[in-house]
DNA sequence: TTCGTTTTGATTGCATGCAATATAGTCCTT
DNA sequence: AAGGACTATATTGCATGCAATCAAAACGAA
């Protein structure tokens, strides 16, 4: 058993990433804290980080609420996602990863590949998290993870797959494939490329449906 | 008299900016509670926000450093800033700007070269924060500048000025008017290009002394 | 002396109680 | 009945005490 603090982070955090605290809902602290069975400071302070997370807003005195996400909102992080990734792509293919970051990013692939063949969208969007973090952190620059964050775990982000016909989810699988790729050839602009192109697809698709 | 947290956190950060505080340096809950006259609650709280804005960093059990910078998150910022700003400074002549903003801006310039040949520089530091944070707000992107603080606060960065002669000084000022003329103009890739040569202008001159 | 262990001191992490503030409901005035 | 002031309740903000954890000094064995 972690800190009281991680533990409330992920609880809420999964609360809003899963839908059960709807958009726009209020987060009392004392309720959290009954309900996770912790006193109401590790809730604050989890509250705390998930507002600086862009996750939930906390007003003063008014406490803590669940983002609500619109139209304007997913074009603005998709600007700075269609900027910073592929950037992100370009740094890591110049550094030329080493083989064990490779080998571990194909794994991610055949990973997420199995659980689209499942139908298991949960796990898909949670594989292309944890891939797209990889592909940062490759990337060499250490405060591209923490800036994306922020960007990156927006509720509607993450359900993105649940939109995807076979012909798109086949296509994502694809970039990911020609990324790891472009990696290992250590060609910069085919990464940065293959990224603009994944990114602005994904926000053809939520533009299309929303 | 604002909320007690709000009280720690400008201290506290005032400190880390001024050099009062150095990097690497503890920063420990109950000491800075009995200097600022509070308890350790909102201190505590102020040094999480500090963390996530980059200033200091927070380890389990351990406590809050300063954070200290090399070389290479200098390199880092400066990509980061040269890939943003002047993705902003496009966006702001694209929205172009109502008069009331431009004056602003105008303004800012003014009493910055004010500053300048007073030889205040700490004054010009903090007047040319203002410039860029009134430039990124203006690009429309909600999410710009709480993603650009954790990259423009570094004290190193607030400090360029110090370091610049005569010549560079006079450069920058010309660059802040440019990219209000290019943001009046309504010319996306003026502005973009003036401000890529602004902070590429920056990174060259610490880049040079360090 | 040097390495590993233990103990001690200091500091963070968490719980809880009280004070300050906001929201909603009530009452009074017009 | 409508509007505004006032009161009541719920919730956040802050202080403080105790428990958990870490760093370093003291100690002992090789």
Redesign the interface.
């Known amino acids: 058993m972690g800190?009281a603090t991680d533990t409330a982070y992920d609880a809420v955090r999964q609360m809003i990433l899963s839908g059960t605290a709807e958009a726009g809902s209020r987060l009392g602290e004392a309720e959290l804290a009954e309900t996770l069975g912790l006193s109401r400071t590790p809730v604050r302070?989890a509250l705390?980080?998930l507002g600086?997370d862009?996750l939930v807003e906390v007003l003063?005195h008014r406490g803590a609420r669940v983002v609500q996400w619109t139209r304007e909102?997913l074009e603005?992080?998709f600007?700075?996602r269609s900027?910073?990734e592929p950037?992100a792509a370009a740094r890591a293919a110049k550094l030329a990863p080493p083989q064990n970051v490779l080998d571990d990013l194909h794994e991610q692939c055949d990973a997420m590949e199995r659980a689209v063949s499942e139908g298991d969208f949960g796990r898909v969007a949670q594989l292309n998290s944890a891939f797209h973090a990889s592909l940062i952190e490759a990337s060499g620059?250490?405060?591209?993870p923490?800036?994306l964050t922020?960007?990156m775990h927006a509720p509607l982000i993450v359900g993105t797959f649940r939109r995807y016909d076979a012909d798109e989810m086949s296509r994502s699988m694809n970039h990911h494939r020609e990324l790891v790729a472009a990696l290992a050839a250590g060609d910069p602009a085919w990464a940065e490329s293959v990224m603009r192109a994944h990114i602005r697809a994904a926000a053809a698709n939520l533009r299309g449906e929303r």
């Open positions: 800190r302070e705390q980080r600086s862009g003063p909102d603005e992080i600007e700075l900027l910073l950037y620059n250490r405060r591209l923490a800036m922020s960007v």
